[in-house]
């Protein structure tokens, strides 16, 4: 496939709530910290909004914000596309666990904020915004798929695309059956080859290999990958954090690998 | 765009099993809803639901899958050749060309669903034999497909509510022309659960009655249950033994950008949608002969939807909605739309507009309230879902 640019990118996560914070440790430049962070819901939404929105859309739409201001786009002025394993946990939890009441009575705020394109959603209301907004699941691949998704638009469509990856535990009891670490959101805007203001430019071709995702220098931030779907992306970011041209491999579904050319401008 | 064909396709849901069954059925006039008789449903509702998956034979290779969604995944796969259609297109192009793109709102849910009332009384713990992976995990639909058809090539789940299959025919024809494929299983597949049906009759959205999509009483909708597979090739690159079931000409989409549930009222991002989808099929308005609606029955849907198709087809076009038949099939109903416009084209008919007595007058657009026979040539089938997602597809003859 042709490659792409990448001009902006946005990153929150357990120990860092910017891609500033995040190259600096991915360059060793002081420790890894892991902590939980408070994530504010990004002021581009209502105050009803802000209220409504869940954790996870407040992740994902606060790694959105930094990645177009980053890339100089105005807000809401890209095509997106959102990926995530689970989408809405917390809130699809709350409705099982109501469910299982002798007459249930479902929140129908809830139900409707319960759907995967939830953050997708609000994203697009946050901007009157009516350009297209996907919204992609790839399971433990999600990060890797969403990105695919988002390269073949850029390539076939010819225009300049906002990548939203973003994964959180789910609550218990269902983090016990399928444990996902943290609170993890990256965004990247993606644009056409040789655009100006790159940070790096991206080759895709597909790929053999045997490891789900490239293992990172930084051991702790390597766990951080192996429990969050959306930390996977960590392996694109540590090349584009240090500045080296680098072949990462990721897998985007079970088998099936890409290995993706980074080369910072 | 690049035209590409649907080479294979197959439809399970309420008015049959196979494309044939659920053409008879649809010529016929025959709705597949009933009254609600799922004993766990426990909601009195009209119902669009596939009789046969609590008996149907699942793979003893895969049984970590096992769940509603998956069993009605395995009985679309194993309907109208299908598997064996993509089996061809594995052995031509390699298993690690063929990628799988499907659509659904809540996967294997219902899995969950049990597996909470099953909760340890102590604990809260899930039981021991739930794998929430393989069942509840959206990505659970694309990765059983994938086991079940032995392919290896990319593969995403795309859930966007009820424009989620739409999508995924949009998803899947960039993987193929940016080169990362040669052929995709592009689908949807979405099951009756208590999360959906009783989500909906909270937002008083369920209809009483079987739901009555743009009649003037029509009163909200009736959840059904489908699985609608697709293979999609390069134009004339598939299989040169059996004709193609159509040809996908383009497609559109937008966001409303207003609210998560209700339409923008003027079907404004439902217009650009259908003008994208026009533009890159290089058809005119007054060269589409069809339109399947997204028209759930919901009052405030079918009236952005009725000014958002007379805006950009005119009030001449014939259009119905056919989920009077299938009941709103979710994550499915994207396909589904997309399969039974296409059964209009390769059979020669427009299907009336399923349990209407009396079109809303104030309806602008040519809702169909008899069934017409004659030659389909292009047609456009509309999705939209919560979040304001909205897609339109055009297909035409292979």
């Known amino acids: 496939m042709e490659g792409f640019a990448i001009t902006g990118i946005g990153v929150i996560g357990p120990g860092f709530e910017s ?25 581009i939404l209502s105050p009803r909004e802000r209220r409504r929105a869940s954790p996870t859309v407040r992740l994902a739409l606060g790694a959105a914000m930094q990645a177009v201001e980053q890339a100089g786009q105005p807000a809401g002025a890209l095509p997106a596309v959102f990926g995530s394993c689970h989408g809405e946990g917390k809130v699809t939890h709350s409705l099982l666990d109501a469910l299982t009441a002798p007459e249930p009575v479902l929140s129908p705020t809830q139900f409707h904020n319960s759907v995967h394109n939830t953050a997708a959603g609000y994203w697009t209301i946050a901007h009157s915004s009516q350009l297209p907004c996907d919204s992609i699941s790839g399971g433990d691949y999600s990060f890797a798929a969403t990105l695919l998704i988002a390269a073949a638009q850029v390539v076939s469509e010819q225009h300049a695309m906002l990548v939203v990856a973003y994964d959180a535990a789910m609550p218990e009891p269902m983090n016990s059956k399928r444990p996902i670490a943290g609170a993890f959101g990256v ?41 969050n779907p959306a930390a996977r992306s960590l392996a694109l ?22 290995e993706w050319t980074v080369r910072p401008c | 765009m690049e035209a590409l064909d649907i080479s294979a396709a197959t439809l399970v849901c309420a008015m049959g099993r196979g494309l044939d069954d659920v ?15 799922l004993p766990w449903l426990d909601v009195d509702t009209h119902i669009g639901r596939v009789d046969g998956l609590e008996d149907l034979a699942f793979p003893p290779a895969l049984s970590k899958f096992d769940c509603r969604n998956n ?9 109208d050749g299908f ?36 909760r340890d009384a102590e604990t809260g713990a899930l039981p021991a034999d739930f794998h929430l992976k393989e069942t509840h995990d959206f990505f659970s639909l694309a990765d059983f497909v994938r086991r079940a058809l032995a392919l290896t090539g990319p593969a995403a789940v795309v859930s966007t509510a009820c424009s989620s299959s739409s999508r995924a025919f949009v998803d899947a024809s960039r993987l193929i022309e940016a080169g990362l494929c040669d052929a995709v ?37 009736s959840i059904g249950e489908a699985a609608g597979f697709a293979l999609l090739e390069r134009a004339g690159q598939g299989d040169a033994s059996a004709a193609p079931f159509a040809r996908l000409l383009g497609f559109g989409e937008s966001s409303d950008g207003y609210h998560m549930s209700a339409p923008n009222p003027e079907g404004k991002g439902a217009q650009i949608a259908m003008r994208d989808a026009l533009r890159r099929a290089g058809l005119r308005a007054d060269q589409i002969d069809y339109v399947n609606l997204h028209g759930t029955g919901t009052p405030l849907n079918d009236r952005a939807e009725d000014a958002a198709v007379s805006a950009v087809l005119g009030p001449d076009v014939p259009a119905s909605s056919t989920k009077g038949g299938t009941g709103h099939t979710l994550g499915a109903s994207g396909i589904t739309g997309v399969l039974l416009a296409g059964l209009g084209i390769r059979l020669g008919f427009k299907p009336r507009n399923l349990n209407l007595v009396e079109v809303d007058p104030d309806f602008r657009s040519h809702i169909l309230t008899s069934t017409q026979t004659g030659p389909v040539r292009h047609v456009l089938a509309n999705a939209f879902g919560f979040g304001g997602s909205n897609c339109s597809v055009a297909l035409g003859a292979a």
């Open chain 1, 237 to 258: 970011l540590e090349p584009i954090a240090t500045g080296e041209r680098r072949e990462v491999v990721l897998g985007c579904a079970p088998g099936a690998f890409h």
């Open chain 2, 71 to 79: 069993r009605l995944a395995q009985m679309g796969l194993e309907t």
């Open chain 2, 23 to 37: 053409a008879t059925a649809l010529r016929a006039e025959r709705s597949g809803l009933r009254l609600n008789d």
């Open chain 1, 187 to 227: 965004a990247l805007v993606l644009d056409l080859s040789g655009a100006a203001g790159a940070i790096c430019e991206v080759g895709c071709a597909s790929a053999k290999a045997d490891a789900e995702w490239a293992a990172l220098a930084n051991g702790e931030i390597n766990m951080l990958a192996a429990k």
């Open chain 2, 83 to 118: 598997s064996g259609r993509v089996a061809a297109a594995a052995e031509r192009y390699g298993p690690g060309r063929v990628a799988v793109v499907l659509g659904t709102s809540t996967s294997g849910i219902r899995q969950t669903e049990l597996a909470y009332e099953a």
């Open chain 2, 185 to 221: 299983v592009v689908g949807g597949v979405d099951t009756l659960c208590r999360l959906t049906v009783r989500g909906f009759g909270a937002l008083e959205l369920l209809d009483a009655q079987p739901c009555r999509p743009n009649d003037r009483s029509r009163s909200g909708i």
């Open chain 1, 19 to 43: 891609w500033h914070d995040c190259a600096g440790i991915l360059r060793g430049e002081r420790p890894y910290e892991p902590a939980d962070m408070a994530i504010v819901a990004p002021p």
